[in-house]
């Protein structure tokens, strides 16, 4: 693991970051030029690199445990929809003038709370100054069975659109955040601002999933882009039915309260769910599986043959009819 | 690859960098979302980070091909100096309010140049805004033959040590740079500029070492420094000859222009230049791969017993006199 010789960076590694590395010896504890792996024998390898930057990704004055949430968060869901198991991460920290020691413990803390969730270990990295934000990168490698990662791409006319959990509460979590939401009782508040500031990567899920899904994607830039990708890289067309979109109770209730929300829940992005698309063949499997992780898993539309317009998402209301949407896109904080 | 989907930025993906990923199927054309490797057999693999912000790195007017070459660099020479040989990397661009594509154009062509230079390819990043100066985060991973890693833990008493190359040029550069080093002719002061901007990281060396060396690290923080690195790391003390540390040119006119400069280019860093041991009977097998790679490899000193002072590193001049440094450590740019 490198470092700028500031004063004191070479103790905060040794303080803070070794201990992340203790469990895997391929990280030689951050002593030495770079760590040493040895892949798994019949898997390959999943790799994803994300970055956050303060004032970007998440508010300057986030609390930092929960900045490790989401940095653990979104590239465990990279991971995840590919159908990668987590195995090991580097860490890039580029650290401003103003980021204490008070904040790289809680955060090295928050990292060591979620290495033991997903069973990941720090291998190597970075820690250097910059005259700018709080800019924290991660390279996660995760191992799947070999031929057996899930692709954008997969997708067929015929099959069905799934996703887990329930979606818009990160867009929506952001909107109370800022102001912009009010009239929620605290537990529902606080269930969105949850949703948006701890990421839960969908890791077990994910790992499960080449046995029954065609393709998969996780829900970064929201629902309807990200449905728009997979159906760009499988070359078809998607309908969802917007009635059809798990909600959390607490979206339904910020939804009762400004029915124009609805939209920004499925366009909205930071739920890092999974959306994958699966044969009819495979409802019953989808079922056991849903029960067995005790995740919901919602069918929300189906995939059509791509009739000129491949890519494209048609977003229908109960009676049908196709609700035209004023933002598809989305951008993050 | 992600993004942040600012306008223009999956244009930039598709037009500067999916190239970049072109020749390696499993970077699957930054379109999903992750890479997907397949280990080659018999191989480990070493990992390593490197993080460059501009204004503490580099010059925030550096040339993009510059910035470039020296974030290649920087990595492949910690690869370099585990024994490995390049194999893919990620790359993590947070982009400044100003980095405009002109500069993206620059920064991808000098990236397509090195990769022809080491077989390297890219397989997949992420590229973000920042309300900060441009930060680069660069994952490489390479392969080694099973348990031929190069560690900086095993320099042993009687040891020589050797250098390759020239030590000092990059510090001297810098100086150069900064105004602070004048009276060299062009050439010579071309020379030292051309070695701080555009470092050589020295793969082909570093996969042909395991053969040769005890230990081994690359010059980043500074010859002494990184010396002292391989000492503690592997429990000895180092003596070298300040007469014996091999000077460019460039250098010997700087060193006689202030000869205070001397120690300068024993302590600066930058020089990415790699720090080797060996036992006496690999002399000739050392001088025979200098032939080989014609790359200059200079024995500068010995490794000897801790004597109650591991990690420490004793500099002396012809008449065998202690050297003392005003400073052994080293800050960047």
Do not use: C
């Not at 031929?147 to 979590?173: E, F, H, M, N, P």
């Amino acid at each position: 693991m490198g470092n700028d010789n500031h004063p004191g960076e070479f103790d905060i590694i040794a303080r803070y970051f070794a201990p992340l590395a203790a469990a895997e010896l391929g990280g030689l504890g951050l002593s030495d030029d770079a760590a040493i792996l040895k892949p798994p024998p019949g898997r390959e390898l999943i790799v994803t690199t994300d970055t956050l930057s303060a004032g970007v990704h998440f508010p300057v004055d986030e609390d930092p445990a929960d900045i490790a949430a989401r940095l653990i968060g979104v590239n465990l869901s990279d991971l995840a929809a590919m159908g990668a198991t987590p195995w090991v991460y580097t860490l890039a920290l580029a650290l401003a003038d103003n980021t204490g020691e008070d904040f790289i413990k809680a955060f090295a803390d928050g990292l060591a709370r979620h290495q033991g969730t997903h069973a990941i270990h720090l291998i190597g990295g970075d820690t250097v100054a910059t005259k700018g934000p709080l800019t924290l990168t991660l390279t996660a490698i995760g191992t799947v069975a070999e031929g057996q990662a899930l692709r954008r791409s997969g997708a067929a006319a015929g099959d069905d659109i799934y996703v887990s959990g329930t979606i818009g509460d990160a867009a929506l979590g952001l909107k109370v955040l800022n102001g912009e939401l009010s009239g929620l009782t605290p537990p529902l508040g606080e269930h969105l601002l949850d949703r948006y500031h701890r990421p839960q990567p969908r890791v077990a899920l994910g790992s499960r999933l080449y046995a029954v899904a065609s393709a998969a994607i996780d829900i970064s830039d929201g629902l309807v882009a990200d449905l728009g990708h997979v159906a760009t890289a499988s070359g078809v067309v998607a309908s969802i039915d917007i009635n059809n979109v798990p909600l959390s109770e607490a979206a339904i209730a910020a939804v009762t309260l400004g029915p124009a929300l609805k939209e920004l829940a499925i366009t909205g992005g930071d739920d890092y769910e999974l959306l994958f698309t699966a044969p009819p063949s495979q409802a019953a499997a989808i079922e056991r599986l849903s029960q067995e992780l005790e995740l919901e898993l919602s069918r929300i539309g189906t995939i059509d043959e791509d009739t000129g317009h491949a890519g494209a998402v048609r977003v229908i209301d109960e009676t049908g009819a196709k609700i035209s949407l004023k933002n598809s896109g989305y951008r993050h904080f």
